[in-house]
């Protein structure tokens, strides 16, 4: 029991070549837009550190704990998150720096946004390689624009912020099908992932699509535990075996999204990665665009 205690408590501009032409085609074939606008590893020791820390979680949580040597489900992987989202100190900087990869493409797009809007992209497909381009757009969450501000007043409370969600009024164009009928699934992920929302408001979003059904675990992967879950705009009619999933790897320690094949981006747009997942971060920093 003491070193159950203690976990919890550790939780706590040249013409282009024709390979240029070709890798910009793959690029962008595997960056398939979803949206009318824009459309290592744990191991098996590791994997049981994983399932006690889930453990403590569910306890910390919920009072009920796991069967013992179980492997940590969807739902406890979501609080584990949780938990350290709530822990983790509000980070500072001058610029709110996101940078996806796509590895088995070898590219690479970074964006710096600073506490006034002002916002710089490199990497954007259609821009000059490696140059560094002044972008007008804005943060948006269920399309609706919002701002640093707006994030920090979203509830902290996980059935406050699915409400809060409910009554945000954006624009149908910029919306999924989904967030359109009322599901909360994509708002939620992209407050977890690229948005700079505050340590409490992520927690929160973890704990409400901990709540969600059908959120599977695939186990330990690189980057940290391997999530599953059902797309919501996929058509809900179509065979069961041929539906669409979104996978999402979280890093339960630092409550980080590091990888996924659906990337909710911050601009409101979605990046669907047919080939590969997109390895993501995003993080405060003080070094400049370059």
């Given amino acids: 029991m003491d070193d159950l205690n203690a976990l919890a408590n550790l939780l706590t501009k040249p013409e282009p070549s024709t390979e240029a032409i070709s890798r910009s085609r793959s690029r962008l074939q595997d960056r398939m837009r979803g949206r009318a606008r824009r459309r290592i590893g744990w191991l098996m020791p590791a994997l049981s550190l994983a399932t006690a820390a889930a453990a403590a979680v569910a306890v910390l949580a919920t009072g009920v704990t796991a069967p013992a040597g179980a492997p940590a489900s969807g739902k406890e992987i979501l609080l584990m998150a949780a938990a350290s989202a709530e822990r983790m100190p509000q980070g500072s900087g001058t610029y709110w720096h996101v940078k996806r990869e796509w590895p088995h493409l070898g590219e690479i797009m970074e964006i710096w946004t600073t506490r006034d809007g002002r916002r710089w992209t490199k990497g954007e497909p259609g821009h000059p390689p490696g140059v560094v381009v002044p972008d007008s757009a804005s943060f948006m969450l269920k399309g609706a624009k919002v701002g640093f501000e707006d994030l920090e007043r979203l509830p902290t409370d996980p059935e406050a912020l699915k409400t809060r969600i409910a009554e945000l009024q954006g624009r149908d164009d910029d919306m999924a099908a989904s967030e359109q009928r009322g599901d909360p699934t994509r708002t939620l992920v992209a407050l977890i992932s690229e948005l700079p929302a505050p340590s409490e408001v992520r927690s929160a979003a973890f704990r409400a699509l901990a709540a969600m059904p059908g959120i599977e675990s695939a186990g330990a992967v690189e980057g940290g535990q391997e999530l599953r879950f059902p797309d919501p705009d996929d058509d809900p009619d179509s065979d069961p075996a ?26 409101g747009g979605v990046m669907v990665s047919g080939r590969g997942p997109v390895s993501v971060t995003a993080e405060w920093t003080d070094q400049p665009p370059q």
């Fill in 242 to 267: 041929d539906r669409a999933e979104i996978k999402m790897v979280v890093d339960p320690e630092t409550a980080q999204v590091t990888r996924t094949n659906c990337l909710e981006t911050n601009d």
